[in-house]
């Protein structure tokens, strides 16, 4: 059962990434790449979160620098640059239910202008959620560009063919 969960997880990451690849425009022999990145990483974040108990934004800190590495191995052989790859996989890990949240406790807050004790409520919400939504993207945003700031002469030569080698005349 736990098998299946991951499976399932990484599935529909896969497929989310390739819907959101679709709207940049990657070339076609990026798409496999996409879907198994964004599996690997999605998958991954599941399983920290749920069988190692860690919190979303470390789960999510280590996910994305999975998917930043496995950009750097796949992105050689697809020519493409490290953004065309890790970007699409990384947007289904994007906590949307948290920004929403967001979104919605600041209008409840609002609303709630005239009942203190209420506001205050809405507004820890708002705070709470907005905090992990932050933190959450700028984990992702990290995790992922790590790899090019570490492997950076590789990380630029991605996009390049080998150079033939001279013979010495």
């Known amino acids: 059962m736990i098998a299946l969960d991951i499976l399932l997880d990484g599935t529909f990451a896969a497929i989310a990434a390739i819907g959101f690849g679709a709207i940049s425009d990657p070339p076609k022999r990026a798409y496999p790449r996409i879907a198994i990145l964004a599996a690997i990483g999605h998958a991954l974040r599941y399983s920290l979160m749920h069988y190692a108990d860690m919190d979303i934004a470390?789960?999510?800190?280590?996910?994305?620098?999975a998917i930043g590495m496995g950009s750097l191995g796949l992105g050689r052989r697809a020519r493409c640059p490290l953004p065309v790859l890790y970007i699409p996989a990384l947007l289904p890990m994007i906590p949307g239910i948290y920004a929403y949240r967001t979104i919605f406790y600041l209008v409840m807050f609002l609303q709630a202008l005239n009942e203190p004790s209420t506001g205050v409520n809405y507004m820890q919400q708002f705070l709470s959620n907005g905090i992990v939504t932050i933190g959450v993207v700028s984990m992702l945003a990290v995790g992922a560009t790590s790899p090019f700031f570490i492997f950076k002469h590789r990380a630029f030569s991605l996009?390049?063919?080998q150079a033939p080698k001279q013979k010495n005349e």
């Open 58 to 65: 470390t789960a999510s800190l280590i996910s994305s620098f």
């Open 159 to 161: 996009t390049r063919k």
